[in-house]
């Protein structure tokens, strides 16, 4: 594996940091190692949706959902209807579209994304128990940033397609 530090560009350094960590986060066994020590046994696609639910005030529709997600409303009914199999969702109508359908985390959908995120939390404390609170502060905003800047150009992105799509 390239050495993500070796660069003297700043921003080529940073591009190089965050797709080594990138890759080291998503490898399925850092996850299911992660997973077992928090007692857990879903997948990581599910416990991303979990976490949009609670950033989403533990309720969000089918489609707010996905978008949030960034993938197709399709994959996420998929997706939920596999969770609510599991007591992790529950389906709920919207009281202002009877068409529509709301998702809802469960309180063992809650506890099940709390004790993955305490065991992540805990494996990062010991990560970066060398830097002060500024130097994480500072890189968070960083990282904020740069979420922020991923999702405002995949929005772009996106109203394109529909664009295009419809002048097809």
Partial sequence: MPDPGRDQDPTAALQRVL????YLLTR???HE???AQAGVTAARSDLWLLMALEDSGGVCRVGDLAELL???PPHVTRQIGQLEAQDLVERTQDSLDRRARKVAI???GKAVLQRLQQTSQAGLRDALADFDDADVAATVAVLNHLVGYARHK???HAEEE???RRGA
Wanted: proline content about 5%; charged content about 25%; overall charge positive.
């Fill in 154 to 156: 995949h929005a772009e």
């Fill in 162 to 164: 529909r664009q295009r």
């Fill in 33 to 35: 190692r992660q997973a």
């Fill in 106 to 108: 469960t309180p063992h």
């Fill in 19 to 22: 797709a080594t960590l990138s």
């Fill in 28 to 30: 399925s066994r850092a």
């Fill in 70 to 72: 960034m993938v197709e």
